[in-house]
């Protein structure tokens, strides 16, 4: 803290809170609106912030339950949410899990072990990285196609397919863990090693162990990104159940149909549990987000 | 963590122990450096292991990876007798890495990268060489088919014979089964009338009849009362899949709700790889220039199949004025939008962050995790609720608008007004990534500087533009330069929310006046009619050329230590 304070200090505190509130009160305003609207009547109606005409409806459609309205008439749910969902969840865990095996083997090489063409490769998976998958999603598309006649569970219109190629991301992942692993002293494995351990035995028993941490924000860092794919779901998936929630939401606010009310419900349900794991993670995703993909 | 015991026993193994005593033979011929590494017993013959469950295990790990090489064996070779020979090109040499990879012990600490190499390759490196292939070619939606199966399709043609035709009646032949009943006078084209044979079929349930179903010669017509118009037309999808074939060998197919008539597949093959076509009497040629098969007056028959068409796509970008005028338009957008969205996401950033570093401040972490709220948000959810804000007629934001103002702006009729709402909505999705990011760089700076200051008189903003920002923009630069890569490619924005629209006038592919040059690629491949894969490839491998500069000049700004 500075020793030598300026003056007029406490207005312009006074001005930085207002400041800030005007601001986080502009940010919050949309997620605050969505939450008003999901529990509104009707699909564009307009109110206040704390609903007066509250209703459960938009809810009961969302998780896939029919409504009853008051003169008795019933609304099925518009779109399968809890199914898509579940697809996102699926293939999130599953490509998460692919990610965080191939990525750990492949930073534990990068951080200890010296071989031929380690720095080329590292540098390579760093400039790769940067190209999106949009770019070759005719590639891409090509490929599954091609692939699906011979293997079903790859083609087209497949989880499998939505899995496999979410491993074009792993070098952000390996660079993570990369530098995680480089900043645990070595000496730990050496001893193992003198006792009598294998490379892979000290990889497995000494290093992983330590690693807990840094392995458990990878895999929700890919979680996440797994969950907000969207190019890629969208032109392998065609089946509407077998969509996943980035696809599928986008139906509720179609040029002709706009469900606003459903769309609320729907978001608030399947975007709360994400935003929420997101804050508690928040301290270790950033640092991975923000410092290892880059920093050497 | 599993306490020591857990992992005691498998260390003594008389292996691992005499791999140790080499690696150290291994590591006194190279220069002894300060960071511990290893070799991943490089190079060591393997020994017979004394324990039966590691042998074992071995054992097992040895079949998975012959299996997985025969499974990859056999990907090569079904893509190389379907023509496919990029395909079972990229297997081949992913199934010989492996195969090295995975039998030589001097690549043992490859196997570790393996895996993951080959994801990338595979699904990173190769779709973007196939991409660049892709744009060189004629590959669209009118030449997909490989030209083996195009010259398939063709053949596989049909076409009634014209003024022939067999009237026909169905007969109930009890079990719910019918009888078709070909009567015998058959029309020839030129009206006079060539008495042939009746002909009939074998009763047959038509829900499940086969596809092709003989006939042979009758006497009379069955012994029963012919079932009427009304049961032809109940019928009529399971008798138009029938092919009936009368003993000469003539195949007929159903002409009308009254008649057969025959058949006879359109094109005939000839040697020297043209087609005649009985119908017209002329000849197909194979244009391999075009992809198409041609016939003799030059016009083209659809489907064609893909072929080398030069640099034909990259004229079109560059030269054809109806590609080039939207393109343009398009790649200048592309740049401002993301330079824009790079300059208000960092000052947001930056200024809530020195904000947020200010000492006298209370409550700081309140407004931290509130601030950095839009983040936490899946992109596609919050780009959704900003669809629905700022819709014309409904949206609360021109509700608002119009109540206090009595205006209510065309957010997305208007090229310029929809621009606005992107680069806003971007803004709100954007900086709290360089907040995040500004907030931990401010932290690094030494606080006596600021003491140094306010001795010297300096003011707030003194401080921000003579300390603060000089002193984080030089480690900023290179993740400035990642996001505008990032914005520059920031396909899903631009499709949830404007999908594009409005659309430029006098575009001769789909282009809108909001596309980003990804979203432009997205929709000449994959949405409308045409589906011209070639020309998405083209303007695929100009972001490609742009996207690798950005990056080289990132690496070099980085210095990245590996």
Request: charged residues 15%.
């Amino acid at each position: 803290m500075p020793m030598v304070q300026p003056r007029s200090i406490r207005r312009r505190r006074l001005v930085a809170h207002l400041a800030l509130l005007v601001f986080v009160a502009l940010v919050v305003f949309p997620l605050l609106l969505v939450i008003s609207i999901s529990f509104r009547q009707g699909n564009f109606a307009t109110g206040n912030l704390i609903p007066h005409d509250f209703s459960l409806e938009h809810w009961s459609l969302a998780l896939g339950i029919p409504w009853e309205r008051p003169d008795g008439s019933v609304v099925q749910p518009p779109f399968p949410v809890l199914l898509w969902l579940w697809n996102s969840i699926k293939v999130a865990v599953s490509s998460s899990l692919l990610i965080l095996l191939l990525s750990t083997t492949s930073a534990y090489a990068f951080a200890r072990m010296r071989f031929a063409g380690k720095a080329p490769i590292l540098k390579g998976m760093l400039i790769f990285q940067m190209f999106p998958p949009v770019l070759s999603l005719v590639a891409l598309y090509a490929l599954f196609d091609r692939l699906g006649e011979y293997v079903t569970w790859l083609g087209i219109n497949t989880h499998g397919a939505l899995i496999v190629a979410s491993l074009g991301g792993v070098a952000l992942h390996i660079w993570t863990i990369k530098g995680y692993f480089e900043s645990i002293d070595g000496s730990l494995e050496e001893a193992a090693m003198v006792d009598g351990a294998s490379t892979w035995q000290a990889f497995r028993h000494i290093l992983l162990p330590l690693s807990v941490p840094i392995l458990m924000v990878v895999f929700i860092l890919a979680f996440i990104m797994s969950i907000m794919e969207y190019p890629m779901a969208s032109v392998l998936l065609l089946d509407e159940n077998k969509l996943t929630l980035a696809v599928g939401a986008q139906q509720y606010l179609s040029d002709h149909n706009q469900r606003w009310g459903d769309f609320a419900a729907a978001a608030v349900l399947s975007g709360l549990p994400i935003t929420v794991a997101f804050l508690l993670c928040q301290r270790w995703i950033v640092g991975g987000l923000t410092a290892g993909g880059v920093k050497g | 963590m599993p306490p020591p015991s857990a992992f005691a026993l498998p260390f003594n193994n008389p292996r691992s122990r005499r791999s140790g005593a080499r690696r150290g033979a291994w590591s006194a011929r190279r220069p002894v450096i300060s960071m511990y590494t290893t070799n991943a017993s490089r190079g060591l013959p393997r020994h017979r292991s004394r324990h039966t469950g590691e042998r074992y295990s071995r054992w097992a790990m040895r079949a998975l990876m012959a299996l997985l090489t025969l499974a990859l064996l056999w990907l090569v070779v079904g893509f190389y007798l379907n023509g496919q020979w990029m395909f079972a090109l990229l297997f081949l040499v992913l199934d010989a890495a492996l195969a090295i990879v995975f039998t030589r012990r001097q690549l043992m600490s490859h196997r570790y990268v393996f895996p993951a190499l080959a994801g990338m390759g595979v699904f990173v490196i190769f779709p973007l060489l196939y991409t660049i292939g892709i744009s060189f070619s004629n590959y669209s939606s009118s030449n997909l088919l490989s030209e083996q199966r195009v010259r398939e399709q063709l053949l596989a043609e049909t076409y009634r014979v014209p003024g022939e035709t067999f009237s026909f009646q169905l007969f109930a032949a009890g079990d719910s089964r019918v009888q078709l009943f070909l009567s015998g006078s058959r029309a020839a084209g030129d009206g006079t009338d060539s008495r042939v044979e009746d002909l009939i079929s074998p009763p047959v349930r038509l829900d499940e009849a086969p596809a092709t179903l003989p006939l042979k010669a009758a006497s009379a017509p069955p012994d029963a009362e012919p079932l009427g118009v009304r049961a032809v037309i109940r019928n009529r999808q399971a008798l138009g899949e029938l092919t009936l074939v009368a003993p000469d060998g003539t195949e007929l197919r159903l002409a009308g709700l009254r008649d057969f008539a025959p058949i006879q597949s359109r094109y005939r093959a000839n040697d020297d790889g043209t087609l005649s076509d009985r119908k017209t009497g002329g000849t197909l040629t194979p244009d391999p220039a075009s992809g198409f098969f041609v016939t003799d007056d030059g016009q083209r028959i659809t489907p064609g199949w893909p072929v080398a068409v030069g640099l034909d796509n990259y004229q079109r970008v560059l030269f054809d004025p109806a590609v080039r005028g939207p393109f343009l338009q398009i790649f200048v957008w592309t740049f401002a939008f993301a330079a824009l969205t790079v300059v208000f996401t960092l000052t947001v950033g930056f200024v809530l962050a020195s904000l947020l570093q200010w000492d006298q401040l209370g409550g700081k972490a309140t407004y931290r995790t509130l601030l950095i709220l839009p983040y936490a948000v899946p992109a596609f959810i919050s780009i959704l609720i900003f669809k629905g804000m700022f819709n014309q007629q409904y949206g609360e934001i021109n509700l608002i608008l119009e109540s206090l103002f009595g205006i209510s702006p065309d957010w997305f009729t208007d090229p310029w007004l929809a621009r606005g709402m992107l680069l806003i909505v971007n803004t709100w999705l954007g900086y709290p990534y360089m907040l995040l990011l500004c907030m931990g760089l401010i932290q690094s700076i030494p606080r006596d500087l600021y003491e140094a200051s306010a001795v010297d008189g300096g003011g707030p903003l003194t401080n921000l533009f003579r300390i603060t920002l000089p002193l984080i923009i030089k480690p900023l630069t290179p993740l400035l330069i990642a996001a505008f890569a990032f914005n520059f490619n920031n396909f899903v924005l631009i499709t949830l929310l404007t999908g594009g629209a409005p659309d430029i006038i006098g575009a001769s592919t789909p282009a809108g006046t909001t596309d980003l040059l990804v979203s432009y690629t997205y929709r000449i491949a994959f949405q409308d009619a045409g589906q011209n894969f070639g020309l998405a490839a083209a303007i695929a491998t100009l972001i490609f050329v742009v996207v690798a500069a950005l990056s080289l000049l990132n690496l070099r700004l980085t210095k990245v230590k590996v």
